[in-house]
C-alpha cells in the first residue's frame, strides 16, 4: 500500500456540520477500502492567491491516509461530487508503507488526530469567524504577497 496525502479547498462559508460530514463521508471510504487513516487535520481558512467560484478565501483540511489505488479513485470522486469542495490535491508520500509502523511513527510525533477530534478542532475556528475575527493567518500571507 501507498501513503497519500490529499488536502482539500472547501468554501468558506460551510457550516461545520458540512465539514464534519466530508470529514467522515471520506474517512468511511478510506476503511472501505481497506485503507486506514493516519489524521486529518484542519488548516484553517486562508486567502486564496486568486478567486475560484468567485470565492476569495476557503477553509484548508489534509488528510494523510494509506491505501491501494482504488481508495485514491473512490476518494476523488467523493470530492468532485460533493459542491462545497473548490479544489483538492492528492500527492504519494511513501510507497510500499508499513502501515503499523507508519501509525506509530506519527502517534509519536503527535501528528495524530482521529476525525472526531478534527471535529472538535473546526470548532474555534467556526467560532472565531462567527464573531468577526477572520483574519488569522491572513496577515502573513498578506505580508508575503507585497513583497
Avoid: W
Avoid at 474555534?124 to 502573513?140: F, Y
Amino acid at each position: 500500500m501507498n501513503e497519500y496525502e490529499t488536502v482539500v479547498v472547501t468554501q468558506p462559508n460551510t457550516t461545520e456540520s458540512d465539514h464534519t460530514k466530508i470529514s467522515s463521508k471520506l474517512s468511511s471510504l478510506i476503511e472501505r477500502g481497506s485503507g486506514r487513516l493516519f489524521y486529518a487535520k484542519d488548516m484553517g481558512q486562508k486567502t486564496l492567491a486568486y478567486p475560484i467560484k468567485k470565492q476569495t478565501k476557503a477553509v484548508y483540511t489534509c488528510f494523510d491516509y494509506a491505501g491501494a489505488g482504488d481508495v485514491v479513485q473512490d476518494f476523488e470522486r467523493a470530492l468532485r461530487i460533493d459542491e462545497n469542495v473548490l479544489r483538492f490535491l492528492t500527492v504519494v508520500k511513501n510507497t510500499n508503507v508499513d502501515i503499523e509502523a507508519r501509525a506509530a511513527e506519527i502517534v509519536a510525533k503527535g501528528e495524530d488526530i482521529s476525525p472526531a477530534v478534527e471535529e472538535t478542532a473546526t470548532a474555534p475556528i467556526v467560532k472565531n469567524l462567527d464573531e468577526g475575527d477572520s483574519s488569522e493567518g491572513d496577515s502573513s500571507d498578506d505580508a508575503e504577497r507585497e513583497e
